[in-house]
Nanobody, 120 residues
């Protein structure tokens, strides 16, 4: 079992920045991968970024061209971050932290989500 607690969401003006944090109940190297997903109203949940236990990082095509979004981790703190700069209204969504963990079977675990609203 993996518990995930997100924080850092909120209301920000276009062009502003936010850093989301996800605290995991297990050590990050023990997890296959951790990532951030988002779900906008009326849309399906989509991947934003993922970082594997080996440190490989992948970004969704929708954000890949934007060098203002980055995922990182702090292993001693069991925390993964999503830094978002130059935010746009279309970034408005509930952001979910995800952890993939394999013990006999592979399972996905989710946090409760944190709301990010980009609006003037």
């Amino acid at each position: 079992q993996v518990q995930l607690v997100e924080s850092g969401g909120g209301l920000v003006q276009p062009g502003g920045s936010l850093r989301l944090s996800c605290l995991a109940s297990r050590s990050i190297p023990s997890l296959d991968a951790m990532g951030w997903y988002r779900q906008a109203p009326g849309k399906q949940r989509e991947l934003v970024a993922v970082i594997t236990s080996g440190g490989n990082i992948n970004y969704a095509d929708s954000v890949k061209g934007r060098f203002t979004i980055s995922i990182s981790r702090d292993n001693p703190k069991n925390t993964v971050y999503l830094q978002m700069n130059s935010l746009k209204p279309e970034d408005t969504a509930v952001y979910y932290c995800n952890a993939r963990y394999t013990f006999l079977v592979m399972r996905d675990f989710w946090g409760q989500g944190t709301q990010v609203t980009v609006s003037s």
